[in-house]
C-alpha cells in the first residue's frame, strides 16, 4: 500500500537497507561520497515527467539512459557495426543511423530479436553510463539521477544506490501509448506486454511512485519523497 497520508508512494526499504540489494560488483566503481538514484518504469509510466521535475525543480544531474543509447549506436559506432552485422542493412537509414521504426517493428515481434539487441547495446550504454557517473564525481555532485527505462532487466540494479520505480495503471498506459505513438489498442498493448510486468518490478524496487493521479499530485509524491531522504539521511549524506 503507499505511504499513509501520502498518497502515491511506498517503500520497500527498512531503514537504509534493502533486502535484495547484494553490496558487491559494480558498486565499487561509484564514490562513496555520491548518490546514485536508479529512476525507472514501463511504458508511459510517467518516468520521464519525474526525470524531468527531478531536473529542473530539484536541479538534479541526471544521466538518460535513452540519450545514452542513442550515442551507443551513432553511425561509424562500434555499437552500430554490430547491429548491421547482427540485422543486416534492413535497419539501416540512408544516412548510416540506425531505423528506430524498424529496429521496434522486429523487437515487438520477436522476443529473439529483443534479446539480441540488449545484448549489444547494454554494454556499450553500461560504458557510457559510467564515464558519465565519473565527470560528475570530478565535479562534486552529491545525487545523482540514472534514468533507465531498462534499469531492472539489464541487471543495474547493484550499480545504483537505490531503485525508484513509477507505476501507473494499465488502462492510463494503454490510452497514452496510443495517444501519443498513434497506435491502435492492439499494438498499444504489446508494447506494454513485452515488457517485465510491474508486478515482478515492484519485489525489486526500493521505492515506488504511483503516478495514477494529476501532475500536482505526481509533484507531491517527489515533494514527500525528496524530504524524506533529506530527514533519514540515507541518500542525501
Known amino acids: 500500500m503507499p505511504t499513509p497520508g ?3 508512494t511506498r517503500s520497500n526499504r527498512s531503514g537504509c537497507a534493502n ?3 547484494r553490496d558487491t560488483g559494480p558498486l565499487s566503481k561509484r564514490s562513496k ?3 546514485v538514484i536508479g529512476l525507472t518504469g514501463g511504458i508511459a509510466s510517467g518516468k520521464s515527467t519525474v526525470s524531468a521535475i527531478f531536473r529542473e525543480e530539484y536541479k538534479l544531474p541526471v544521466i538518460d539512459a535513452d540519450l545514452l543509447s542513442r550515442e551507443a549506436v551513432l553511425p561509424g559506432s562500434p555499437g552500430m557495426r554490430q547491429i548491421e552485422t547482427a540485422f543486416g542493412r534492413e535497419v539501416l537509414l540512408p ?3 540506425l531505423n528506430r521504426s524498424r529496429m521496434g517493428e522486429l523487437i515487438c515481434d520477436d522476443s529473439a530479436v529483443r534479446d539480441r ?3 549489444i547495446l547494454h554494454p556499450a550504454i553500461k560504458d557510457l553510463y559510467y564515464a558519465n557517473l565519473e565527470m560528475l564525481k570530478r565535479d562534486g ?3 545523482v539521477i540514472y534514468d533507465c527505462p531498462l534499469l531492472i532487466e539489464a541487471g543495474q540494479r547493484d550499480e545504483v544506490d537505490e531503485v525508484l520505480l513509477v507505476v501507473t495503471d494499465a488502462q492510463t498506459r494503454l490510452k497514452r501509448i496510443m495517444e501519443r505513438d498513434g497506435v ?3 499494438l498499444a498493448k504489446k508494447k506494454i506486454e513485452i515488457q517485465m510486468p510491474d508486478e515482478k518490478k515492484i519485489e525489486l524496487a526500493d521505492t515506488i511512485i504511483y503516478n495514477n493521479g494529476t501532475l500536482a499530485d505526481l509533484k507531491n509524491s ?3 519523497y525528496m524530504k524524506e531522504k533529506l530527514k533519514n539521511a540515507c541518500i542525501m549524506s
Do not use: C, H, V
Open 95 to 97: 544516412d548510416g543511423s
Open 184 to 186: 491502435d489498442e492492439s
Open 141 to 143: 555532485k552529491p545525487l
Open 33 to 35: 561520497s555520491m548518490k
Open 117 to 119: 539487441l540488449n545484448a
Open 6 to 8: 501520502i498518497p502515491g
Open 19 to 21: 533486502p535484495y540489494r
Open 222 to 224: 517527489l515533494d514527500f
